[in-house]
Every structure is written in structure tokens, then in C-alpha cells.
């Protein structure tokens, strides 16, 4: 089930990547899902495309979605869409998505050493 975002209100996106420090390390996929896999579930999302979670995988709730795919043999690419769920009240779709890659920063940095975040500077 794909979680459809509301018309009228401000999406946010954020993408970034994961990476080993050294260039010639492999990533450890099924361990990185299984990361990946706990810290959405941590934030109330469920898994909407997980059938090749070495491949990559979605996960959606509550006004989020999260995304990996591993573009190259060593770097994980996130993408986080996220829309608040009302003017006024609960949190915007920018503190959600912090809140993800906060999670996901800590958990990757707690469970895996030599990886290094990398994030695309925006005006």
C-alpha cells in the first residue's frame, strides 16, 4: 500500500547517502536492512515494498516516507518525502523527516563502524 500525500500542503524532501570510508570496504546489506528495517518500524512506519530488501525497500506512515536503494556496490542512497499532517497541530513533515535521519544516523553510526554520511548542500 503506497501512503498518498495530501493536496495543500508543503512536502519535504531530503536525500542522502551512506557510504564506507574506505572506498574498497563493502557494505553489509542484509545488516543495513535489518538497521534500516528497525528504526522505521521505531517510527511508525510500515514496509510498502520490501521484497528485495538487499536491493532496496519503502516504508510509509503517518505522513512519511522512507526509501533506500544502493546505487553503487558501496553507497546506500536514503530519500525521506514527508507532508505534515495539519495546520496547527502534530509535527511537520520537516521535523519528521529530521527525526528519521536523526534515528537513522545513530542507529547506522551505533552498529556499523567506517561509514560516513554524505548530504547534497542546497540553496
Known amino acids: 500500500m503506497v501512503e498518498e500525500f495530501s493536496v495543500g500542503t508543503i512536502p519535504t524532501r531530503q536525500e ?69 499532517t495539519g495546520l496547527f497541530f502534530g509535527s511537520s513533515g520537516v521535523e519528521k523527516a529530521d527525526a528519521l535521519r536523526r534515528s537513522l544516523k545513530a542507529t547506522l553510526s551505533k552498529r556499523f563502524q567506517g561509514l560516513e554520511y554524505i548530504e547534497t548542500l542546497k540553496p
Do not use: K, M, W
Request: charged content about 25%; aromatic content about 8%; some cysteine.
Open 16 to 84: 542522502y547517502r551512506v557510504r564506507p570510508i574506505e572506498a574498497a570496504d563493502e557494505l553489509r546489506r542484509e545488516e543495513l536492512a535489518s538497521a534500516i528495517a528497525a528504526v522505521a518500524t521505531n517510527q511508525g512506519l510500515s514496509c510498502t515494498d520490501c521484497i528485495h530488501i538487499s536491493d532496496g525497500a519503502a516504508y510509509s506512515g503517518d505522513g512519511i516516507r522512507l526509501s533506500y536503494s544502493f546505487p553503487a556496490r558501496n553507497t546506500i542512497l536514503f530519500r525521506v518525502d514527508a507532508n505534515s
